[in-house]
């Protein structure tokens, strides 16, 4: 069973950076090299994408979200980064490590962020 840790998350204010991890171990699934992703969910709001990255380093993101956020991903470490710049009150959400092995979907915990002044 894959196994995704999240960590970074944090109060941050306006304006500020944030860069998250995710790290990805256990099972077999490990050896599929899966694409992976991060995901946000704001209070009251659906689980919505933020960007994905394949293990050739292929990405993909929210339309409305290239620029200021950055994934990346460090194979030999099997970990994927969200770097979040220009932090606004709206980017506030739990925000959810993803990688898929057919037919499998796997989620981390997630990891809080704020901001907030």
């Known amino acids: 069973q894959l196994q995704l840790v999240e960590s970074g998350g944090g109060l941050v204010q306006p304006g500020g950076s944030l860069r998250l991890a995710c790290t990805a171990s256990?099972?077999?699934?490990?050896?599929?090299?899966?694409?992976m992703g991060w995901y946000r969910q704001a209070p009251g709001k659906e689980r919505r994408l933020v960007a994905t990255i394949t293990y050739d380093m292929a990405t993909n993101y929210a339309d409305s979200l290239e620029g200021r956020f950055t994934i990346s991903r460090d194979n030999a470490k099997n970990t994927i980064y969200l770097q979040i710049n220009s932090l606004k009150p709206e980017d506030t959400a739990v925000y959810y490590c993803?990688?898929?092995?057919?037919?499998?979907?796997?989620w981390g915990q997630g990891t809080q962020v704020t901001v907030s002044s």
């Open positions: 993803n990688a898929k092995v057919w037919p499998n979907t796997y």
């Open positions: 256990g099972g077999r699934d490990i050896f599929s090299r899966p694409p």
